[in-house]
């Protein structure tokens, strides 16, 4: 599966983004979707994650309650709304397809594809 990932941009601190990543090429509905960043200097960090139905959603502690991950499996997309953007969300955001049918979505290797990522940088 091909995963393109957009909506970055620059915001505000208390801001809002929404990132969308588009998947092509297999049944989308087949594979969980995780979003992560990474940030200059550090390692990639698990953001969220959702199962292949959308009924279940899986935060970082330090996005729980500010971001929401959601799916429409019809239209082949997965989205991050961001809100109350603080500057430490600054990275880039990389969203990621897994094929497994773990409960794992932490894991940066228990995903099998990888969009391009999008930047995002938070001002204070």
């Known amino acids: 599966v091909q995963l393109q990932a957009c909506g970055g941009g620059l915001v505000q601190a208390g801001g809002y983004l929404r990132l969308s990543c588009e998947a092509s090429?297999?049944?989308?509905?087949?594979?969980?979707m995780g979003w992560f960043r990474q940030a200059p200097g550090k390692e990639r960090e698990f953001v969220a994650g959702?199962?292949?139905?959308?009924?279940?959603?899986y935060y970082a502690d330090s996005v729980k309650g500010r971001f929401t991950f959601s799916r429409d499996n019809v239209k082949n997309t997965a989205n991050l709304q961001m809100n109350s953007l603080k500057p430490e969300d600054t990275a880039v955001y990389y969203c990621?397809?897994?094929?497994?049918?773990?409960?794992?979505?932490?894991?940066?290797?228990?995903?099998?594809?990888w969009g391009q990522g999008t930047l995002v940088t938070v001002s204070s």
């Open positions: 990621a397809a897994k094929a497994t049918y773990t409960p794992n979505y932490i894991s940066n290797q228990q995903y099998d594809y």
């Open positions: 090429g297999r049944t989308f509905s087949n594979y969980g």
């Open positions: 959702i199962s292949r139905s959308g009924g279940n959603t």
